[in-house]
T-cell receptor, first 111, second 112 residues
Framework: DAKTTQPPSMDCAEGRAANLPCNHS???????VYWYRQIHSQGPQYIIH???NNETNEMASLIITEDRKSSTLILPHATLRDTAVYYC????????????FGKGTRLHILP | DTAVSQTPKYLVTQMGNDKSIKCEQN?????MYWYKQDSKKFLKIMFS???????INETVPNRFSPKSPDKAHLNLHINSLELGDSAVYFC???????????FGDGTRLSIL
C-alpha cells in the first residue's frame, strides 16, 4: 500500500502557482519523498525528490515540513501542459527500491 | 534519443497466445523494472532486475517471465494470455541509490 495521502483532484488557473499537498505521516528517517507525474497515459515522468531540505529544479520546488510528515510540490507558473496526475511517493533508496504508486492528484489547469 | 524505449507500442492479440514486449535503455543504468497499469489507472510494480539479476518479483503469475540478456535490456514474455492481462505495461530504469526511475512510454496490450 502507498504510504502517502493526496487529494484526488485540484484545479489551478493558468499562469498561477500550483501547490500540490501530500501527507506522509509514517515516513521513516531514511525515506525520500519523490514526485512524479503522468500526462495522459504517457510513462510517469520524474519531477523532483528530497530527504529533508527544500529542493528546487527547473520544473518545480519541493517543500518538506520540518517533521517530514508532509510536503508540497509547487509548480511556479502552471501551463496547460502541466495538466496531469501527480504522484507523491516515499521510498528507501536501497537496491530493492520499488516505487509504490498511490492514486495521485489529478491536476487540471484552467485557461 | 529515447532514454527508455519499449516495443511494440500497441499489441492486440487473442486470448491464449504468447507474446513478448521488449525494453531497452541507453542511460547506462544498472536496474530495470516492469510495471503494470490497469484500467483503473493503478500503477503496480511487477519485476525488478539489477545487472541481470532478479531483485523484485511481486506475486506475478508464472505466465509472466522477464528476461534480461544484458543490463540494458529487460524483456517481458507472457504465456497463455488472459483477458485480465489487458493493461498498459511500462518499463523503467534507474541508477543505484536515491536516483529516480525513468519510464518508457508504455505498451498497450489488448486481449480479444
Amino acid at each position: 500500500d502507498a504510504k502517502t495521502t493526496q487529494p484526488p483532484s485540484m484545479d489551478c488557473a493558468e499562469g498561477r502557482a500550483a501547490n500540490l499537498p501530500c501527507n506522509h505521516s509514517t515516513i521513516s528517517g531514511n525515506e525520500y519523498v519523490y514526485w512524479y507525474r503522468q500526462i495522459h497515459s504517457q510513462g510517469p515522468q520524474y519531477i523532483i525528490h528530497g530527504l529533508k531540505n527544500n529542493e528546487t529544479n527547473e520544473m518545480a520546488s519541493l517543500i518538506i515540513t520540518e517533521d517530514r510528515k508532509s510536503s508540497t510540490l509547487i509548480l511556479p507558473h502552471a501551463t496547460l501542459r502541466d495538466t496531469a496526475v501527480y504522484y507523491c511517493i516515499v521510498r528507501v533508496a536501497y537496491r530493492d527500491d520499488k516505487i509504490i504508486f498511490g492514486k495521485g492528484t489529478r491536476l487540471h489547469i484552467l485557461p | 534519443d529515447t532514454a527508455v524505449s519499449q516495443t511494440p507500442k500497441y499489441l492486440v492479440t487473442q486470448m491464449g497466445n504468447d507474446k513478448s514486449i521488449k525494453c531497452e535503455q541507453n542511460l547506462g543504468h544498472d536496474t530495470m523494472y516492469w510495471y503494470k497499469q490497469d484500467s483503473k489507472k493503478f500503477l503496480k510494480i511487477m519485476f525488478s532486475y539489477n545487472n541481470k539479476e532478479l531483485i523484485i518479483n511481486e506475486t506475478v503469475p508464472n505466465r509472466f517471465s522477464p528476461k534480461s540478456p544484458d543490463k540494458a535490456h529487460l524483456n517481458l514474455h507472457i504465456n497463455s494470455l488472459e483477458l485480465g492481462d489487458s493493461a498498459v505495461y511500462f518499463c523503467a530504469s534507474s541508477a543505484l541509490g536515491n536516483q529516480p526511475q525513468h519510464f518508457g512510454d508504455g505498451t498497450r496490450l489488448s486481449i480479444l
